[in-house]
């Protein structure tokens, strides 16, 4: 278990992370109903009630130590730019990686300029080293995302069948 501080803001290169917070769900309705985030996270259908879910998930998760998810935030505005989070705090195996960026502000390098603040934070705070990630083969974007960071794939895959249709997942490492 980590114990994560109880509001960091992490300034990256042009923008921020931060914490989860209530009034965010309203725009993560609006900002989840884009197919290509809801294909890519398998998500059928978001609704208020499933964004206040997952707020009030990523809080718990929070407390316990086990994961430190993330708005990536406009520093002046507030505009949600994406998610990012380390995961599988409370193993004794590297932390898990994932992010996303609203549909608006890709291809403006924000997942590399997040992860690289969110994995900045990870090593300096709390002496981690070894991350990893799991990425659909197909997903282009974030493999270049991934190998920009310093990511490789380590040969292994697995089906993730909590999705319908199952799908593969490539693993990657850092560190």
């Not at 992490?10 to 914490?19: T, Y």
């Not at 929070?62 to 409370?90: R, Y």
């Amino acid at each position: 278990m980590t114990d994560l501080p109880a509001d960091p803001r992490i300034a990256g290169d042009g923008l921020v992370l931060r914490r989860w917070q209530i009034a965010d769900i309203d725009p993560l309705v609006e900002i989840w109903q884009d197919p290509d985030l809801r294909r890519r996270f398998a998500i059928p259908a978001t609704t208020t009630p499933t964004i206040e879910v997952f707020v009030r998930d990523a809080g718990r998760s929070w407390t316990a130590g086990a994961a430190a998810w993330f708005a990536i935030v406009d520093p002046g505005t507030d505009e949600i730019l994406g998610g990012c989070d380390l995961s599988d705090l409370d193993t004794d195996g590297p932390a898990d990686v994932g992010y996303w960026v609203t549909a608006g502000h890709r291809g403006q390098h924000v997942a590399v300029r997040a992860v690289t603040a969110l994995l900045d934070w990870a090593r300096r705070d709390f002496g981690i080293e070894a991350f990893a990630l799991e990425l659909e083969p197909d997903n282009a974007a974030s493999i270049v995302v991934a190998t920009t960071l310093g990511f490789a794939p380590d040969g292994t895959e697995r089906m993730d069948r909590s999705t319908t249709p199952a799908r593969t997942l490539a693993r990657y490492r850092l560190g």
